[in-house]
C-alpha cells in the first residue's frame, strides 16, 4: 500500500506512531509522513534540525511550518489552527501528480488533526483513516468545561462530523471501539491497539536488595492524578527502602517539585527530565515496579495509556491506580496490582505487601504482563488488523 500519514508528533518526539510506521515500511509498505516540527512536550527544547523535507529508514517526512510559540492557550489555538489550515494547503500542493492508497491520521488529543486528512482525501477520492487515542469532547471535563457550555457542545457536533465523514476509525482501546459505535455515524470502526517498540521487550530483572524502586515513565500531568500518588508516597514515606523516581515532563511536574520539598519527601522521591527512547531501557532494567496512575473520570476509563503496552512488555511489576481499561488489563494480566482511581490508602497498602515477596515471586509476575502483551499487542498481531482492515475500506471505496 502507498500510506499518506498524518500526524502531528513524529521523531524525535517519543510517540508510538514513529516504530508503527517504521514497521509497516519494513513491510513493504510506502509511506509518507506530513508533520511539523518536534515541540512536545511542550515546555522541552530539542537539540534537532527540522528540515522540510527528510527521509527516515525509508519513510518521506515532510514537516510543514505552524504557529507555536510556548506553552499557553493562544500559542496552543494558533498551533492547532495552523495545523489544520497549512497541512490542507501545503498538502494540497505536495500531493500534485501523487497517488496513494489511503490516508491515515494518527490522532491523540485534540483530534482536529483528522480535519486536513479528510479535507485532502476527499480532493484525491481516497478514503482516510483515523486512529483515535484520546476521547473528545468528553476529555474537556479536565479544563472544567460541562456538557452545557457552547464550546463542549460545538465540538461534540465537530467530533460527530468528524467520525461521519472519515472511511474508517481505529481506535486504540476495546472500550472507546464500544464508544464510537454509540453514536451509530460510522460503522466501520475497529480496535488497533498500541505495540511496544522492541526496547523493552522482557529487560533482564535487576535485585537491588536494600532499595525497591518504582518508577513513572512519561506525561506528569493532570489526568495523572499526581495528586493521589503523592498522597500514597507519604503514607509510606517511612519505609525508607522504598524510592520513588518520576521520568518524564508534564504541567504538574513543577507542583509535585514544590510538594516533595514542602512535605520534606527529597530522600523517598527522584525527579528525573524526559528520556529518549534508546535510553529508557536502561532505567526500566533499573526498576523493581512500575507504576501507572489515572484520575478518577469517565473519559480515563475508556482509554488505556500507551505506557501500559511498554510497562507489560518489559516484563517488570506494574503498580495500577485507575479505573476502566488500565485497571481491566492490569487485572487479567496478573502482572502486579492494582486498585481504582484515588483509592490511595489501598494502594500503598498493596505496594506495602508486594514489597515483601521475595525476588523470584515479584519476577514471575512481572513476566506475567509479558506473556499477556505476546498475547494481546505484538507488533505482528497489530500490523495485521491494520492492513486486514485498511484493505478492506479501500476495496468498499
Known amino acids: 500500500m502507498k500510506i499518506l500519514c498524518i500526524t502531528k508528533h513524529f521523531y524525535p518526539e517519543n510517540f508510538r506512531i ?19 516540527k518536534p515541540i512536545y512536550p ?3 527544547k530539542y537539540n534537532y534540525n527540522s528540515k522540510f523535507k527528510t527521509r527516515m529508514k525509508g519513510v518521506n517526512v515532510y514537516r510543514i511550518p505552524v504557529i507555536y510559540f510556548g506553552d499557553n492557550f493562544f500559542s496552543k489555538f494558533s498551533y492547532i489552527l495552523s495545523f489544520i489550515i497549512n497541512v490542507s494547503l501545503v498538502g494540497l500542493f505536495l500531493l500534485i501528480k501523487k497517488r496513494f ?21 476527499k480532493i484525491k477520492k481516497i478514503p482516510c483513516m483515523m486512529w483515535l487515542h484520546d476521547v473528545w469532547p468528553e476529555s474537556l471535563d479536565l479544563l472544567g468545561y460541562k456538557k452545557s457550555n457552547l464550546i463542549y457542545i460545538l465540538i461534540s457536533k465537530l467530533m460527530v462530523k468528524i467520525y461521519q465523514n472519515c472511511h474508517g476509525i481505529f481506535t486504540q482501546s ?34 537491588n536488595n536494600r532499595k525497591f524502586k518504582i518508577y513513572f515513565f512519561g506525561n506528569i500531568g493532570l489526568a495523572q492524578d499526581i495528586p493521589s ?5 507519604e503514607i509510606l514515606k517511612n519505609d525508607k527502602n522504598i524510592e520513588w523516581i518520576f521520568v518524564g515532563e508534564g504541567k504538574m511536574k513543577n507542583w509535585l517539585k514544590e510538594k516533595i520539598k514542602q512535605k520534606k519527601l527529597d530522600k523517598n522521591v527522584t525527579l528525573k527530565s524526559m528520556v529518549q527512547l534508546n535510553k529508557v531501557s536502561l532505567y526500566y532494567k533499573d526498576a523493581d515496579a512500575l507504576l501507572i496512575s489515572l484520575k478518577k473520570d469517565k473519559c480515563f476509563n475508556l482509554i488505556l495509556p500507551a505506557k501500559v503496552q511498554s510497562y ?23 502482572c502486579g496490582i492494582y486498585c481504582e482511581a484515588g483509592n490511595y490508602k489501598k494502594f500503598a497498602k498493596l505496594i506495602h505487601n508486594f514489597k ?20 494481546n499487542f505484538d507488533i505482528s498481531k497489530v500490523l495485521k488488523v491494520f492492513e486486514d482492515s485498511t484493505n478492506k475500506i479501500i476495496n468498499l471505496n
Open 101 to 121: 492508497d489511503t490516508i491515515f491520521v494518527f490522532a491523540p488529543s485534540p483530534p482536529t488533526v483528522v480535519i486536513p486528512g479528510i479535507f485532502l482525501s
Open 42 to 44: 511542550y515546555n522541552y
Open 174 to 207: 476495546k472500550s472507546l471501539k464500544e464508544h464510537i459505535l454509540k453514536f451509530k455515524v460510522n460503522k466501520n470502526v475497529f480496535h488497533l491497539p498500541v505495540h511496544a517498540e522492541a526496547t523493552y521487550l522482557n529487560l533482564p530483572k535487576k535485585n
Open 18 to 36: 514513529n516504530d508503527f510506521l517504521f514497521k509497516l515500511k519494513k513491510k513493504g509498505h510506502q509511506v509518507t509522513v506530513f508533520t511539523n
Open 312 to 334: 507489560l512488555a518489559s516484563g517488570i511489576p506494574i503498580f495500577s491506580m485507575g479505573n476502566g481499561e488500565t485497571y481491566s488489563t492490569t487485572k487479567s494480566a496478573s
Open 356 to 375: 515483601r515477596l521475595d525476588f523470584k515471586k515479584r519476577k514471575k509476575i512481572g513476566y506475567n504482563g509479558y506473556k499477556y502483551y505476546l498475547k
Open 229 to 233: 500518588v503523592l498522597k500514597t508516597i
